[in-house]
C-alpha cells in the first residue's frame, strides 16, 4: 500500500524535506493514475450507451426518431441524418477516446483531491478556505455550462441542416459529431468559470471590484461576441444560452468583489492574522550627529607611538 509521507510527518506545519515531497508527489499521481484506469474500464464497458447519450437528441432534433443502434439497421428510406463511421480502426479508436475521457471525468474528484492534498499544507489558514470554495464553486459551474452546450446542440444541428440542399442525404461522422460535442462542452464549460476567475483575481488583490463594475459595457460586449463565436450555429437561441448565464454571473461576481474590498478594509485596519507577518517599515531613518570614540591600545606594548616599517603593531 502506497503510504502518503505527510502522514508520517509530525511537523505541525507540515514541513518536510525535498525527498519526502517527491516521494508524496510520486504515492498522489499513482493513486489518481489508478483511479483514472479503474473509471476507463468501466466507462468502456458502457461506451455505447455513452455515444448514445450525447448523439440521440441531436438524432432526434433532425428528425430521426431512431436511435443510435436502429438507425444503423434502418433500410427505409428517410430524411433525416445518418451517423456514420469511416475507416476500419475507427470504431476501436472512437472507443477508446471516449472510455479514456470518461474516465478522467469520472475520476476528477479522486485527483482533484490528490491535488489538493498535496498543495494544501502550504497555504495559509484563510487560504486553504478560499481554495476549497474555488473548487467546490467551479465543478457546479463547468457542468452547468456543460447542460447549457448539450441543451443548444440538438438546436443547433436543427439549425445548421436546414443549409442542405433538398434531395440530399445528410452523413454526419461519428467522430467529428463527438468533437465538435466535445469542444462546445469544454467552451461552454471553461465560459462559465469566468466569473470565478474574476473572484479569485480580486481575492488575490490583483483586480478590484471598482475596476470590475466600470468595465460592465466592455465586458457585455465582449461576452457576446465570444458567444457568438464559440457557437458554431448561427442561431440567436444558442448564443444567447451561453451568453446570458455569463452576464449575469459576471454582475454577481462583481458584488462578490465589491463585498470583499471592504471586509479587506476593516481586516487590514486590524492587522495581520496569526499566520501572517506583520509589514516590516524599511524607511530609512536619519541617525543623528555621530559621536566619535578614540579607541585604546589592545597591548601595553602598543603603547608607544613608535613604529616599525610603517606599522604600530610589536608583531
Known sequence: ??????????????????????RELRNRLVKSLLAILVTTIVAALFYKDIIQFFT??????????????????????NKCARIVQNGLLSPFTLALTVSLSSGVVLAAPVWLYQLWGFVAPGLHRHEKKYSLAFVGAGFPLFIMGAYFAYWSLPKMASVMLEFSIIGSDNQLPLDDLLQLIMRMIVVFGLSFELPLLLVMLNFGGVLSGKKMAGWWRGMIMGITVFAAIATPSTDPISMLALAGPIWIMYFGATGIALVNDKRRARREAEGPTDDEASDLDL????????????ASRALPEQASTERVNGYDDVT
Open 283 to 294: 524607511t530609512p531613518e536619519d541617525i543623528g550627529e555621530v559621536e566619535t570614540v578614540s
Open 56 to 77: 440521440d437528441p441531436i438524432l432526434q432534433a433532425v428528425g430521426c426518431d431512431y436511435s443510435f443502434a436502429e438507425l444503423a439497421k434502418n433500410t427505409s428510406e
Open 1 to 22: 500500500m502506497l503510504k502518503s509521507a505527510r502522514k508520517e510527518e509530525k511537523d505541525p506545519e507540515g514541513r518536510m524535506p525535498l525527498a519526502e515531497h517527491l
